[in-house]
Structures are given as structure tokens and as C-alpha cells.
């Protein structure tokens, strides 16, 4: 049996989320006890050396996200404290001392705490959004991308039309549409809904569509790089057990949708949804799904304590091509 | 081209339902056995990693450069570790083995050499001499360099599965990448040969190393072997030191043995010059006097052998129930049937059928298809034009493989027929060939390997479509510039697919890089190449700042060159840095004693409209020495003494975010030692002057000295 490289991250609590930077040359984590922590690859012994380590936020931190490497090493992370913070290393501060990731800007408009963090791809500037158990997702912009301290709200979107009862467990997540060839998109999703953005011509953000067929809290979405393929892939991991993929299509006509927040439908220049696959393979919740660099393969991680490997075959249907397993036996 | 339909094959609505995903078996973990119960799927499992229970989730990332990730424990609900850590793991991708790399080096080399294969579309009916176009040579080349190389992977990397490929390839080639029948016949008997090499050469050597192998009980099962697999120089020689001769001159045996020992040894050099026809009439004709009967002796022994004679003369002469009894395997009686009974099938598919169903049906193939018939099924669907479902086969051995396979598939025309199947679900039979090849250039840009990344990125940029340029546009936009030569490569790729958008952001992040070593002047001029001026801005005034709180130009000769015009900057840069310079020359005639000129660039400074506010305090305190000290007393006019005032009046008026910012450049200026003996700090300190020690203690100080000096003035004046 093959041993896996670790490493200890030296959190004291549990971790929440780990983000790579673009080239995955540099590693954050995040975690209950409210640090974040830096971790370099040294490219000769290929081990994670700690960069740096600090107190971030006043509460357990959920998320982090890096910036397109246009905008420099820059970290954005949110935090049950309800901020949102903008951090950029200095590298004229020595590693290891608390101080190399300089706080750029704290942004604090949220009403509950924060869930998921993500920035847009670089094409559409240095913008970044969140959302939490407000159920609002709120999106902004360095409108000089030089300067890190002035973020500008530049879109609100009320996603769910009341904010989950706070002694129900809830879940959030968004991601952005990466491809640069297409016109801005972002996925929400707020409780079991899962819904699609689009920028309109006067710069608001506007229901594209939704996701169908979720009978659970949606744990993790994903959206594929659109590399080799003219339409986009889309993966949701789901509480009800599913890892569900969706294939869309941009729309030159309008289509009916349904509007999560008021439950009216409209009328409305749209993306075609269609739910190419869902897989019930965890036994479980689902708590992950991640695209890889090309989008060809989906992984996702589950109650079953495996990573199952997802692929596309010729017949562009979803299979389980490998199962790696977190279990000792 | 007609595909046949025949009883061991499947027709091709069967071959359009091999289009499932193939199993990714790593060989290693094969033999743990161990499987997924609703997949069946191997676990790949590890000896540590994160211990999962029903208290703990499990969470991982994807590194978004590689095919690597983490994974790690977290939780429902609070629990509190001893130790946090984070695992790596990999995703399938391509073999990390330099042999591997050079075999696929030379497939994308090959690959390349064939160009756009539309051009090599060849025509498929009628006799392969009728097509034997530059073009069929080409492709017909081509496969053949696969399988060379195919072949010298092999030599190194000792995996079945490249064998099982191989037989495959060979069989591809036997069957349509051939330029003649002659040529189809050698590949044949290589391919059988390579496939499964008989005679045992031990079986060989026991009976030619015996007495007197003529008389050993196996001697004509060794010479009817070598004949059925086309090993006739090895006949000839088998037979020749067999000691077969009587000593009797006259004997007829010995001359009937000697005939067919000179028609083996002529096969090889008779086939060369074509003239296999008259080679076959030698043999008929030896068989034809066999017949006659005075070769019959009463000796026993004799008969037998002139009757083994006549078996070997009647295969070779392509007497078909003899030659499919004398095989032991459906493909021996293939290759066979087809190069000594019908020679001529040129590429009539029907007519292969037939043969294949006769050597099948004699000899039939193992029912499964996997374990060590494998091959033999996918060479009975090679035959059978079962196109898909041989892609498939070779998908599962080597997925790169298949793609450069895929295209000469397409180039000769063997995947038209499924293009009428097309549907919405499977979109990808309009191009069977670009699915594979973008399959695979993808699967080397997920590698992170420099040589295969640009593998990948040669192979979406030979396929040519908007979809392939756009794939590497998103991909470069990405791409890990590491030196020089990455970001010369990686524009190269973006100008030649005129994608200027992404040469752009290729710059910036250059740029980002050349930052964040410390190299300037490079950045910026990254910066401007990537259009991105406000960066441009931003690190000129960067440069600025760092010069203002230390009181001396920056410690860069490139950019204090630039400033100097000793070396060339494009116009935004000049442009940018123009504050800098001037601020040198303060500096510089300041030390000069050229104190009025220094003044007035501070003057000029101050009043330059583009001037970030929370410079101002700064750049105000230089004046300080020139207020305050009576050795620099009147160096200002009061014209400049009230624009001072306005100055300040001005900043203090404008409470914007600049303060805060002006505040704590201020503080660090103060804090700072100063460079030179003409720095403000440090003339200060000399004359025993104050220095203050906040924003508002400077305004307040330059306002009471200001003051004074006005009222001095006028005075004067008065």
C-alpha cells in the first residue's frame, strides 16, 4: 500500500478550507482558530514550507481565495465575524513573523456570518464576491486594481427572499463562470437553491437560471474551465447524496425561468440547464466537488470517506473512472 | 469502403455502443483487487492519510496547475485535533517516465509531419496499387512509425499492455496501412509472428539439435509451422541440415526435398521482384509430379515423408482445407489463407470478411474479450472495420496512442460511416479524431510538464478550430511563466493564433513576477506592454514613494538610467516615472548647493495636479530646512511662502483617505534616518531644530515659520 505525503499545517483547530494560488506554488488554509496560514512549495524537495502565519479574523474562518496572479499575491478571506479581508504579501517582510500579509482592506456589509468567498477571473477585473447566511450575495470591485484598500460594492443581489432560520444548519456557496469567452457568469447557491447569474447591459447582475432537482442543502459547486468544449459544465455536491453535473448552454432566445427569491417566473435572456448526470456513489452527503485544471475530470468527496473520479466518455456521459480512499481500512 | 457484418463480428450499431469511458487500471493497484462495491472500481488506498469516521468529513482541494490536490479532515461540528494535517494525492494522468515522454515526443513528431490531414483524405476503393498515392504512403508511414516506436518503448519499459498494443497496431497495419499485397503478406507474418511466436524455439532446437533431425517424429510439424508463418528461409535451412539426403544420387526423394528447399529459398527475393505468381506455379507444378506416383516406394517411411512434402507444397499453394488444418490459430489461417490463397484482396472488405470467417470458424478466438485474447478480439474487429471499437481497445492500452491512431483513422475515411449516427448525445462522431487528439493535448496541459504542456498546446493549435484556439487561449492565460524562454514560447503561441487579449495578460503577469524579484524597470515595461498603464502608475509612484521617505533616488540603476535617459523606456513609463526624476534632480541639486533650482522642482512637485495627496506632507517637510534654518533664510520668495499656505490650506481642506495614508508615510518618514547631509531630517537634527513629529505638528510648525518669514519679508519690504 502506498503512503501519502502529509504535512502538519500547525492549526490548532480544525481547517475549513485550503486554496491554491494559480500555479499552485503557494497554499492557504483557514480555520477555526481564526488564522490563516501560508504555505510555500519549495520546488527542488516539492515540501509546503510555512510563508506565514496570523491572526486574520474574530471568528472561525470559512473560506480563503487568491487572486489572478495579474493583481499579485493577493488573499481574500471571510469569516464568521462577517468581513470579508483583502490581504497581499509584502515581500520585503521577512517569512514567518506574522506581518508578511499585509490587511488591505476589511469590508463588513454582511449581516450574518460569511460562507464562501470567490473572485471573478481576471478578465472581468479585480472583483470579488460573497455570500452568507444573510442570503445576499454581495459583489466588488477595485476599481484601480493597483490599490487594494478601496473596494466598491457594485452589485447586491438578494438571493434568498428571507435569510435561513439561524437554529437551522444552512450552507452557501458561489463560483464564477471562468471561461473568457463568454459573458459574465456567477452560480449562487443559498440553502437548496442553485442559481445563475448574468451581467445585463446596465451592468446588473440578473437571474440566468436555476439548478434543478436539489432535495438537500447544496455543500459545494463547481464551475469547469471551458477548455475544448463550446458549452459550460457545471458539478453541485448535495446533502441528499447527489453529485449532480450540469451542462449549459447559452441561450440566444428567451426562456422562462423561476425566480428563487420571489417564486415568480420571468421572462428572460437565459442559459438552457440540463442535468447531464447525478450520482449517489457516496452513500452519503456530498461535501465537495472540485473541477480539475482542464475540466475533464470532476472529483468529489463524500460520506463514504472516498474521492471518486469523474470523466466524461465519448458519449459525453458522466462515469466514475477511480476511487481514492481516505479510509484506513 | 464496405464493412462486413459477418457472424463473429458485431455489426455497427454494437461498434456505436463501445463508446463507454475506459477504466483507468493502474497496473500497481491491480493486483490489490480490492474494488468499489458500485462500481467496481479498484480503491486506491493508502496506509495513512486522514482517518475518516462519522465525526469527520472529508474535504479536499485541486491544485489548479497539475494533477495533484489535498485532502484533509474536517468536521460537522466542532471537535478539537490533536494535529491539523494535509495530504496529497494525485489524479490519473500521463506516465512520469522519460521513455514514455520521448514515445509520445515522437508521436506528436510524427503527427506533425502529417500536418492537416485533410489533405492526406485518400481514396478507399478499389486496389491498394490504385491508391498508392504520396499520400496513402504517408499515412500508411505513419502508423508504421508508431509501431517502430511503439516497439522501442517497449525495448525499455517491459509492460504487457504496450505488447497488447502492439499486436494490434501491426494487425492495423497488415490489414489497411500497407502499400501492396506483397507488403500486406510480410506484415502479416509479422504480426502473427510478434503476436504469439511460434515455433517454440525450444521445441526448434530439440529437434535440430537431435542425431538426425530428418528422422525426429516432430521434424515436419517444425517445417509446416515455419511454412504456415511464413518463415521460409528458416524452412529452407531447417530442412537443409536435416540430413535428409539417402546418399543415393538418383534418389527421387532426395531431388523432390532438394526442389522444395530451392522454392523456400526463393520466396523472400521471388516476392520482392513480384513475382510471387510464378513462384506459386514452381510449387504447384513440384506438387503436381508428386502426384504422378513414382515417387511412391514401398518404403513406409518414404510415403510418409513424400506425403508431409505434399502437405507443405498444397499450403503453399493455398489449398484451403489442408492450410486450415495445418494452423493452430485463427490468425495463423489468416494470414495464411491470405497469402497463399487469395493474394489479391486488395481492400475489399467483404472479401477479407470471408477469409477471417473461414480462419474463424476453423480456428475459432477465445470468447473473452479481456485477459490474453484481448488482442485477438480487437484484431478480429480491425478486420472487421469494427473502427470505434478498435479505438476504444487501444483507448483502454494507451490513451495518447489512440488519438494519433484516431486521426489516421479519419484521414483514411474509416470513420465517415459514423457520422450519419450523430446525435445530440453523441456530438463527438463528427469528429472522432479531435475528440481523442483534444482528449489528449488536454491530458498533457493537466501534466505541468513543460515539454508535454507544449505537446498539448501544438497538438490544439495543429486541430485549428476556433474551439482549439480558444481552449489554449484559456489555458496560456494560466500558464506558469517560469523564464524568459516560457513567456517567449507562450507569446510566440498567442501571436501566431492572434490572441492579443491573452499575450496581454501574459505581460501583466510577467510583470507581476518581475516585481516580486525586485526587477523594476522590467515590470513596468511588462506592465506597459500589457496595457495595463494604471499599474504602470502605481509602481512609478511606488518607485517615488520609496524615494521620498529615504530621502536619495532608489538603489536601481535601471531605473535611475531610465531617468537619466542613458537607457530607452517606452513613453508611459517616461511618463509615469516623470515625478521620480524630478525628485532626483531635487535631490541632486540640493547636494549641489544649487539649493534655489532644488527648491524649485519641490515647487514643481508640489504642484503637479496628479500628485497622490498623502505625498504632500513629505514633500512639504523637505522644505522645512529652507524655512527654518537662517543659513537658508530667503531662499523663498514670498510669492512662494503664500503658495506654501495654499498648500497646506489645500490639503487640510481636502480630508480625504489620503490623510490617513499621509499620516502614516509621514510617521515612517520621521522614523526614517535620512540619506544624505542635505536631507531635511538630517539637517534638522545638525542645526538642533525640531523635527515634528505628526502631520499636524508639521502644518502648525511650517505655518508659524511661514508667518514669520512673511512678516520678516515685509518688513524688509516696508
Redesign the interface.
Same mark, same amino acid.
Given at each position: 500500500m502506498k503512503e501519502l505525503k502529509s504535512f502538519i499545517t500547525g492549526h490548532e483547530e480544525l481547517v475549513h478550507d485550503i486554496s491554491y494560488d494559480f500555479y499552485g506554488k503557494q497554499l492557504a488554509t483557514c480555520s477555526s482558530d481564526q488564522h490563516i496560514k501560508v504555505f510555500d512549495l519549495d520546488a527542488a524537495t516539492q515540501t509546503w514550507n510555512l510563508n506565514d502565519s496570523w491572526k486574520a479574523h474574530d471568528s472561525l474562518i470559512m473560506k480563503v481565495a487568491w487572486a489572478a496572479p495579474e493583481f499579485g499575491h493577493v488573499i481574500a478571506s471571510i469569516s464568521y465575524d462577517r468581513t470579508i479581508k483583502i490581504w497581499e504579501e509584502d515581500t520585503d517582510e521577512q517569512p514567518g513573523l506574522g506581518r508578511r500579509w499585509k490587511r488591505m482592506a476589511t469590508i463588513s456589509d454582511f449581516r450574518g456570518p460569511l460562507y464562501d468567498v470567490a473572485f471573478a477571473p481576471a478578465h472581468l477585473g479585480l472583483r470579488v464576491g460573497a455570500i452568507g447566511s444573510d442570503g445576499v450575495l454581495r459583489v466588488y470591485d477595485a476599481m484601480e486594481p493597483s490599490d487594494l484598500r478601496v473596494w466598491t460594492l457594485t452589485s447586491e443581489v438578494q438571493v434568498l427572499n428571507l435569510p435561513p432560520a439561524t437554529n437551522l444548519q444552512s450552507d452557501f456557496s458561489l463560483t464564477w463562470c471562468p471561461g473568457r469567452f463568454s459573458a459574465e457568469k456567477i452560480v449562487v447557491c443559498a440553502l437548496d437553491q442553485g442559481v445563475i447569474y448574468t451581467r445585463d447591459a446596465q451592468g446588473r447582475l440578473t437571474l440566468a437560471a436555476n439548478l434543478p432537482e436539489h432535495n438537500g442543502l447544496i455543500r459545494s459547486v463547481s464551475w469547469a474551465p471551458s477548455m475544448g468544449r463550446w458549452h459550460h459544465l457545471l458539478a453541485t455536491g448535495c446533502k441528499d447524496g447527489y453529485v449532480r453535473i450540469f451542462k449549459l448552454v447559452e441561450k440566444a432566445q428567451d426562456v422562462e425561468i423561476n425566480d428563487a427569491s420571489s417564486g415568480e417566473s420571468k421572462a428572460h435572456s437565459a442559459i438552457e440547464v440540463e442535468l447531464l448526470s447525478q450520482h449517489d456513489d457516496h452513500s452519503g452527503e456530498v461535501w465537495r466537488v472540485n473541477w480539475n485544471l482542464t475540466g475533464t475530470i470532476l472529483s468529489s468527496a463524500g460520506d463514504d470517506g472516498n474521492i471518486r473520479l469523474w470523466k466524461s466518455s465519448f458519449s459525453n456521459e458522466f462515469q466514475c473512472m477511480s476511487v481514492i480512499s481516505a479510509n484506513l481500512n | 469502403m464496405k464493412f462486413s457484418t459477418g457472424d463473429n463480428g458485431q455489426d455497427k450499431d454494437d461498434d456505436l455502443q463501445m463508446?463507454?469511458?475506459p *477504466?483507468?487500471i493502474d497496473a500497481d493497484s491491480e493486483s490489490?483487487s480490492e474494488t468499489?462495491s458500485?462500481?467496481s =472500481? @479498484?480503491?486506491?488506498?493508502?496506509?495513512?492519510?486522514?482517518?475518516?469516521d462519522k465525526a469527520t468529513?472529508?474535504?479536499?482541494?485541486?491544485?489548479?496547475?497539475?494533477?495533484?490536490?489535498?485532502?484533509? *479532515?474536517?468536521?460537522r461540528s466542532?471537535?478539537?485535533?490533536q494535529?491539523?494535517?494535509?495530504?496529497?494525492?494525485s =489524479? @490519473?494522468g500521463i506516465e512520469d517516465s522519460p521513455q514514455y515522454h520521448n514515445y509520445l515526443a515522437q508521436l506528436y513528431k510524427n503527427f506533425e509531419f502529417l500536418g492537416d490531414a485533410s489533405k492526406y483524405r485518400v481514396p478507399l476503393i478499389g486496389l491498394v496499387s490504385q491508391s498508392n498515392t504520396q499520400e496513402t504512403r504517408n499515412l500508411n508511414n505513419a502508423l508504421n512509425y508508431i509501431t517502430e516506436e511503439l516497439s522501442r518503448l517497449i525495448d525499455q519499459s517491459d509492460d504487457d499492455r504496450l505488447y497488447e498494443l502492439l499486436n494490434i497496431l501491426k494487425c492495423l497495419n497488415a490489414v489497411y496501412f500497407i502499400t501492396n499485397e506483397n507488403d500486406r503478406c510480410q506484415q502479416l507474418f509479422e504480426w502473427i509472428n510478434m503476436a504469439d511466436g511460434e515455433p517454440d524455439l525450444e521445441f526448434a532446437r530439440d529437434i535440430m539439435e537431435s542425431a538426425v533431425p530428418f528422422q525426429h517424429g516432430d521434424f515436419w510439424a517444425l517445417i509446416v509451422k515455419l511454412v504456415t508463418r511464413g518463415l521460409f528461409n528458416e524452412a529452407k535451412n531447417a530442412l537443409e541440415q536435416s540430413n535428409y539426403t539417402t546418399g543415393d544420387s538418383e534418389s527421387q526423394l532426395d531431388l523432390v526435398l532438394a526442389d522444395m528447399a530451392a522454392i523456400f529459398g526463393s520466396y523472400n527475393e521471388m516476392v520482392l521482384k513480384d513475382q510471387f505468381g510464378e513462384w506459386k506455379q514452381q510449387a504447384r507444378e513440384l506438387k503436381d509430379n508428386l502426384t504422378h506416383g513414382e515417387f511412391f516406394s514401398e518404403s513406409t517411411g518414404e510415403n510418409l515423408t513424400i506425403k508431409k512434402v505434399y502437405q507443405i507444397l498444397s499450403i503453399i499453394t493455398g489449398l484451403r482445407e489442408t492450410l486450415l488444418n495445418s494452423c493452430d490459430s485463427w490468425y495463423e489461417a489468416f494470414a495464411a489463407l491470405l497469402s497463399f490463397g487469395i493474394r489479391e484482396t486488395g481492400q475489399d472488405s467483404e472479401l477479407m470478411a470471408k477469409i477471417l470467417k473461414l480462419a474463424t470458424t476453423a480456428h475459432p478466438p477465445p470468447v473473452s474479450s479481456s485477459g490474453s485474447g484481448a488482442w485477438e478480439r480487437t484484431c478480429i474487429d480491425v478486420i472487421e472495420g469494427n473502427f470505434l471499437k478498435v479505438l476504444?481497445s487501444i483507448e483502454v492500452l494507451d490513451k495518447p496512442t489512440v488519438a494519433y491512431v484516431s486521426r489516421l483513422f479519419e484521414a483514411k475515411g474509416f470513420l465517415d460511416q459514423y457520422k450519419e449516427h450523430s446525435n445530440t448525445?453523441?456530438?463527438?462522431l463528427d469528429d472522432?479524431s479531435g475528440?481523442f487528439l483534444?482528449?489528449h493535448?488536454?491530458?498533457c496541459?493537466?501534466s505541468?510538464n513543460q515539454a508535454l504542456v507544449a505537446m498539448g498546446v501544438g497538438i490544439l493549435s495543429h486541430l485549428g478550430t476556433s474551439?482549439?484556439r480558444?481552449?489554449i487561449?484559456?489555458?496560456l492565460?494560466?500558464f506558469?511563466i517560469q523564464t524568459n524562454d516560457d513567456l517567449e514560447w507562450a507569446l510566440s503561441v498567442a501571436a501566431k493564433l492572434e490572441l492579443t487579449?491573452v499575450a496581454e495578460?501574459l505581460y501583466?503577469?510577467a510583470?507581476?513576477?518581475s516585481?516580486?524579484a525586485g526587477r523594476v524597470l522590467e515590470s513596468l515595461t511588462m506592465f506597459s506592454r500589457?496595457k495595463?498603464v494604471?499599474?504602470v502608475?502605481?509602481?512609478c509612484w511606488l518607485v517615488f514613494e520609496k524615494a521620498l521617505l529615504d530621502g536619495c533616488p532608489i538603489n536601481d540603476a535601471l531605473i535611475n538610467d531610465v531617468v537619466t535617459h542613458t537607457i530607452e523606456a517606452p513613453p508611459v513609463i517616461r511618463q509615469c516615472i516623470a515625478p521620480y526624476a524630478v525628485l532626483v534632480e531635487f535631490y541632486n541639486q540640493r547636494s549641489n548647493d544649487s539649493s534655489r533650482q532644488a527648491v524649485l522642482k519641490l515647487f514643481n512637485l508640489l504642484k503637479f495636479p496628479h500628485l497622490p495627496k498623502k505625498y504632500s506632507p513629505v514633500l512639504v517637510a523637505n522644505l522645512l530646512p529652507f524655512i527654518t534654518l537662517e543659513s537658508l533664510a530667503r531662499l523663498l520668495t514670498l510669492h512662494e511662502l503664500i503658495m506654501i499656505i495654499l498648500i497646506i490650506d489645500n490639503y487640510e481642506t481636502e480630508k480625504t483617505?489620503d490623510a490617513e495614508d499621509a499620516e502614516a508615510l509621514y510617521t515612517i518618514a520621521v522614523a526614517g534616518g535620512g540619506g544624505d547631509d542635505n536631507d531635511w531630517r538630517v539637517r534638522l537634527s545638525l542645526y538642533g531644530a525640531e523635527i515634528p513629529q505628526t502631520v499636524a505638528e508639521l502644518v502648525t510648525t511650517l505655518r508659524k515659520r511661514i508667518a514669520a518669514q512673511v512678516s520678516s519679508t515685509f518688513l524688509e519690504e516696508v
Open positions: - | 463508446l463507454d469511458i *477504466e483507468l490489490d468499489d458500485g462500481t =472500481l @479498484p480503491i486506491e488506498r493508502f496506509s495513512n492519510g486522514p482517518l475518516h468529513i472529508l474535504q479536499f482541494q485541486l491544485n489548479p496547475n497539475n494533477n495533484t490536490g489535498m485532502m484533509y *479532515e474536517s468536521a466542532a471537535i478539537h485535533p494535529e491539523v494535517r494535509l495530504y496529497e494525492f =489524479l @490519473p476504444r448525445h453523441t456530438s463527438n472522432i475528440y483534444t482528449d493535448a488536454l491530458t496541459l493537466e505541468g474551439l482549439s480558444s481552449t487561449a484559456n489555458y492565460c494560466g506558469d487579449s495578460t501583466r503577469v510583470a507581476q513576477k516585481l516580486r500589457g495595463d494604471s499599474s502608475k502605481h509602481n483617505l
